[in-house]
């Protein structure tokens, strides 16, 4: 999957740095084998039960690197695992867990667990930041969230150290040269070479399917019967891969910013390369530009900044890459769309320091020069999910095609799809998810019309492959990166009441 997918995290860290109030695709019927439910392990019933019947230890949470301790309310606590389902009674690995337990105000249903996408992205640091938009959810459910194999406090993988991180920021991620396309693969193979040294053996087991299997096994352990899910981003995947592996364990699923189950990795950068492009065009149109025209305008900037990076109010330049990225990450809700106008307005007068503080903020680097993990984990979880490893001559081919789709973002996600992955240390599993769930009860399916990273299409596309009678669409015709609590009353409403009630809104219904 590309860089582009990111997590709901990047809506405080934009507006915070803004200063304002992150070979083509397989049809179905060439989907592997590898993706049957048993591809990977054992079953939860087949596991031991030192793991089935751990009794989990809740604490007060404490602050990490990344975020500060939540308030006390918020509980925290380590689930162990199998590190690898085929070895159920084998080593294990701890995942991180946080809750907030249920107001009492409402007959308690259970745990709702959420996903807020990335790959990568820490459920344990962005529950809290999120709560208040599902203080209605409380009610009912507690609200339970936890950092996935590899991400974070969950034997988390880091593949650089922030120094490194840095340095690579010099690289060319659209090269013009022969030295530069040289220096961008090897590159790319080193961080995957920092990866293996750092997370070794669990590099191979960072797979969606078995981030699935652990959601199932914290389903048992919380004492539910049915897993009830909202997954956001890339956790429409994570919840897709579940509801396949576990029909009859599915409870009420909320799916929100869908990834389109149905393509492989290139796929998913021409959809995201078309997404970037349309949220572009929206944003120029409300600013009265002329998509076409306006599009050049800033094709002819990032074409000077190659040429000669921007000076910034700190030591650091700001580059083709990063401005490409600053751009990037304000269309992810219409709210950052005065920043972009601002930041282009200061770049064009040769000021690049509004732009190199989005890109921080979709890299997610502190002031300190401090950077996340979050991109090292989304690497290796999505080039351990996807065998498509295109080559360096196959991505330049297909230039032209990703430049002809959007001019600003088409070169970039176009060598993406060689370099994302390149010379990766482990074998990708799958051309793309099965998320077939026959029997399963309806899971619901949101989609937004000018979502960038998760292109609308999508949701229909999950919602077929679902089984009919499984999944459930829900649209909204809104701006940005997701709609459950991005304003539209009718949107928070169907998903409440679903959630909490059990009512499945009609199909093909349309919140404007």
Not at 14 to 19: D, E, H, I, K, Y
Not at 234 to 258: I, K, N, Q, S
Request: glycine letters at 10%.
């Amino acid at each position: 999957m590309p860089r582009f997918v990111r997590s709901a995290a990047l809506a405080a860290a934009v507006l915070l740095a803004a200063g304002c109030s992150g070979s083509g695709g397989t049809s179905e019927d060439s989907k592997p084998s590898a993706t049957a439910p048993s591809s990977r392990g054992a079953e939860a019933s087949d596991l031991p039960a030192s793991l089935t019947s751990q009794k989990l230890t809740w604490g007060r949470c404490k602050a990490t690197s990344d975020a500060p301790a939540p308030g006390s309310h918020w509980q925290c606590t380590t689930l162990k695992v199998p590190l690898d389902y085929a070895k159920p009674d084998g080593e294990t690995i701890d995942i991180a867990l946080i809750r907030a337990r249920s107001t009492g105000e409402g007959e308690r249903i259970g745990s709702l667990l959420f996903n807020f996408g990335g790959p990568g992205g820490s459920g344990v640091s962005m529950l809290p930041s999120f709560a208040d938009q599902y203080a209605t959810l409380r009610e009912r459910y507690d609200l339970v969230s936890f950092d996935p194999r590899g991400v974070a406090a969950s034997e988390g993988v880091r593949c650089r150290s922030d120094k490194e991180i840095q340095a690579a920021e010099s690289v060319d991620l659209t090269p013009d040269t022969a030295t530069e396309e040289k220096r961008y693969f090897k590159d790319a193979a080193d961080f995957g070479d920092g990866c293996e040294r750092d997370a070794g053996k669990l590099l191979a087991h960072v797979s969606t399917e078995e981030a699935a299997r652990d959601m199932d096994l914290m389903r048992q352990v919380l004492g539910d019967d049915k897993l009830h899910y909202m997954g956001i981003s890339y956790g429409t995947e994570l919840g897709g891969v579940y509801a396949h592996l576990y029909p009859e364990r599915t409870g009420r699923l909320v799916l929100d910013a869908v990834v389109d189950p149905s393509v492989g990795a290139v796929g998913h950068a021409e959809n995201q390369t078309r997404g970037f492009q349309r949220a572009l065009d929206n944003y120029l149109k409300s600013t009265g530009q002329d998509p076409k025209q306006g599009t050049q305008k800033i094709v002819d900037l990032l074409e000077r900044i190659d040429a000669k990076p921007l000076p910034t109010s700190s030591d650091r330049e700001l580059n083709q890459t990063l401005a490409t990225t600053g751009i990037t990450v304000t269309l992810y809700s219409r709210q950052y769309w005065p920043a972009l106008t601002s930041a282009l307005e200061s770049a064009e007068a040769g000021d690049g320091t509004e732009l190199l503080a989005l890109a921080d903020a979709y890299n997610e680097r502190d002031p300190s020069g401090h950077y996340s993990t979050q991109s090292h984990s989304q690497r290796a979880i999505s080039c351990l999910d996807t065998k498509d490893r295109p080559t360096p001559e196959e991505a330049e081919k297909r230039l032209a095609e990703f430049r002809k789709i959007s001019p600003v973002f088409g070169e970039f996600l176009g060598w993406d799809t060689a370099g994302w992955c390149h010379d990766w240390p482990v074998p990708g599993l799958y051309d793309n998810p099965e998320v077939s769930a026959p029997g399963a009860a309806p899971i619901l399916v949101v989609g937004n019309t000018g979502d960038p990273a998760t292109p609308y299409e999508g949701a229909r596309k999950m919602a077929d492959e679902l089984g009919e009678g499984v999944g459930v669409e829900l649209t909204w015709k809104g701006e940005g990166h997701g709609a459950y609590g991005s304003g539209s009353d009718c949107v928070d409403e169907s998903v409440n009441d679903y959630l909490l009630d059990g009512t499945v809104p009609k199909d093909g219904k349309v919140c404007s």
